[in-house]
């Protein structure tokens, strides 16, 4: 299953071994809540769904405050926040957009 992104229904059910009932119902409310995607399918003969995640929009706003984007992401070594002026900025600017 490494080789694809998603499980069949009916082999999620034989892996966290409960009901075909059950494991309907759950990925019933998976998919309701957006967590994942059903796709009808055929495996070993029967009919099923495929099991997907949801896509997403990404929003990178919440990475940017005013024209900063955060310096957690910006650079390739690790920043402590505590001790680091471009995250206080950053914060400042964050608290500044709150007003």
Excluded: C, H
Aim: charged fraction near 30%; hydrophobic fraction near 35%.
């Amino acid at each position: 299953m490494a080789d694809r992104e998603g499980i069949y229904q009916s082999e999620l059910w034989k892996e966290l071994d409960v009901s075909s009932r059950t494991g309907s119902r759950l990925a019933t409310s998976l998919e309701e809540a957006g967590v994942i995607q059903r796709e009808e399918a055929t495996y070993n003969g029967q009919r099923t769904y495929l099991l997907l995640p949801a896509t997403k929009d990404l929003d990178f706003s919440l990475l940017t405050a005013g024209d900063m984007l955060s310096p957690l992401i910006e650079n390739e070594e690790e920043i402590d926040p505590i001790d680091s002026e471009a995250f206080t900025q950053w914060i400042l600017q964050l608290a500044q957009e709150e007003r």
